[in-house]
């Protein structure tokens, strides 16, 4: 199956602080990225959907402005927690589809975001 | 919309087999996949099913009922390491953007 490194594995930041996590590709071309969110027993919750080159597609009740996200190459999504909150500690999991088996989604292995 | 259930926790001996039931409402249908996931981990892919019938590999099996809107994940044999949550989840309509959405996955427990 194709790789996908998400950076860092974990954070911790103050309160009021932006955290960016990365997520790359290594061996294929992404056309499409995925952001999810899990909280402490329980599942995915997508946040958004991104193409590469475009402009990404929240789920309702994400909010846009908080969680930036950017899909700058084929190989590269970013998402951005900006000023971030205690509530926004979570698991945050990116999957990624393309190469030569477009139809799955390969996870990266995951950020454990802790805000303080 | 979509919905997707399968049930929060189950427990299981070691060395037996145990099913996995998951159904699905979708507007529109293109896979299931079921992955596996340790506590604090990033999910694995187990299988992935886009026709009706039974896929296998290994200890584990996946089955899909496309008009009954129901799969199943069969495991056997079981080890005391597939102690983890199982998630079903369904693709939408085929398109460079379609949508992976999870269900609130299945806690297994193996007991010795």
Known sequence: GAVVSQHPSWVICKSGTSVKI??????????TMFWYRQ????SLMLMATSNEGSKATYEQGVEKDKFLINHASLTLSTLTVTSAHPEDSSFY???ARGGTEPLQAFFGQGTRLTVV | GQNIDQP??????EGAIVQINCTYQTSGFNGLFWYQQHAGEAPTFLSYNVLDGLE???RFS??????KGYSYLLLKELQMKDSASYLCAVRGMYSSAS???FGSGTRLSIRP
């Open chain 2, 8 to 13: 929060t926790e189950m427990t299981a001996t």
């Open chain 1, 22 to 31: 990365e997520c790359r590709s290594l061996d294929f071309q992404a056309t």
């Open chain 2, 56 to 58: 296998e590999k290994g």
């Open chain 2, 62 to 67: 996946s089955f899909l009922s496309r008009s």
């Open chain 1, 93 to 95: 999991i990116c999957s």
């Open chain 1, 39 to 42: 909280f402490p027993k329980q």
């Open chain 2, 99 to 101: 949508k992976i959405i």
